[in-house]
């Protein structure tokens, strides 16, 4: 039972699909209001989650669209221990991660739903990603919770759609269908990221 005593704690987070007014309920809550203004650091905050984003793309050595998440993993493997794993799971549930962490190491598995279509699955492993690079504990408060999967959407918005090559392939290609099939993301997704960036 060696094992069990290495073993400090298990982080685990489980992320659903909310509804979007779900989301809109939780973001608009007094709490959340309340938590937004406590965090004076929340838009530079916004600027380092881009950051982060973006760094990962460089190690990667991505330089255009899609992003494969391959490279992203491959380069994450470098410096975590990391898995992914397809799960099997109810359809309300998009992903999970589990963050295992000993005296002194720390392994981590991210899990996606394999029954959900390609760029939703694409979408949680970003989401995950983000998790873990962003230090995201297991789920707590449900007010904490919705800025964590905030924030991990900010990450994966950016990781799968950099700014700096949406800019480029937009002037080609100003097309959101056709943003979608090139970035392999959903034409929801491609079309908060062009409002986002003010190119329409
Ligand atoms: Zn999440």
Redesign the pocket.
């Given at each position: 039972m060696l094992w069990m005593s290495r073993l400090l704690c298990v982080l685990t987070?489980i992320?659903l699909m909310k509804t979007s007014q779900q989301s809109n309920d939780s973001l608009n809550s007094p709490n959340k209001r309340k938590m937004q203004d406590d965090l004076p650091t929340f838009g530079p905050r916004k600027k380092l989650i881009k950051f982060l984003a973006q760094k990962v793309i460089k190690g990667a050595k991505i330089s255009n669209a899609p992003v494969s998440l391959q490279r992203v993993i491959e380069h994450l493997q470098t410096m975590h221990d990391l898995d992914v794993q397809k799960i099997t799971a109810g359809d309300k549930v998009s992903?999970l991660l589990v963050v295992c962490k000993e005296v002194d190491s720390e392994y981590s598995t991210i899990g996606f739903n394999g029954n959900h279509p390609w760029c939703r699955r694409r979408f949680t492993i970003a989401?995950?990603i983000g998790?873990l690079l962003l230090g995201h504990g297991c789920n707590k408060s449900m007010d904490d919770d919705s800025l964590?999967?905030t924030e991990?959407n900010q990450f994966a918005a950016e990781l799968l759609v950099p700014q700096s090559f949406l800019k480029k392939d937009f002037a080609q290609t100003p097309n959101i269908q056709d943003l979608a099939k090139l970035y392999r993301v959903s034409e929801q997704a491609i079309t908060i990221k062009v409002m986002g960036s003010r190119l329409l």
């Amino acid at each position: 039972m060696l094992w069990m005593s290495r073993l400090l704690c298990v982080l685990t987070r489980i992320c659903l699909m909310k509804t979007s007014q779900q989301s809109n309920d939780s973001l608009n809550s007094p709490n959340k209001r309340k938590m937004q203004d406590d965090l004076p650091t929340f838009g530079p905050r916004k600027k380092l989650i881009k950051f982060l984003a973006q760094k990962v793309i460089k190690g990667a050595k991505i330089s255009n669209a899609p992003v494969s998440l391959q490279r992203v993993i491959e380069h994450l493997q470098t410096m975590h221990d990391l898995d992914v794993q397809k799960i099997t799971a109810g359809d309300k549930v998009s992903g999970l991660l589990v963050v295992c962490k000993e005296v002194d190491s720390e392994y981590s598995t991210i899990g996606f739903n394999g029954n959900h279509p390609w760029c939703r699955r694409r979408f949680t492993i970003a989401h995950e990603i983000g998790h873990l690079l962003l230090g995201h504990g297991c789920n707590k408060s449900m007010d904490d919770d919705s800025l964590n999967e905030t924030e991990a959407n900010q990450f994966a918005a950016e990781l799968l759609v950099p700014q700096s090559f949406l800019k480029k392939d937009f002037a080609q290609t100003p097309n959101i269908q056709d943003l979608a099939k090139l970035y392999r993301v959903s034409e929801q997704a491609i079309t908060i990221k062009v409002m986002g960036s003010r190119l329409l």
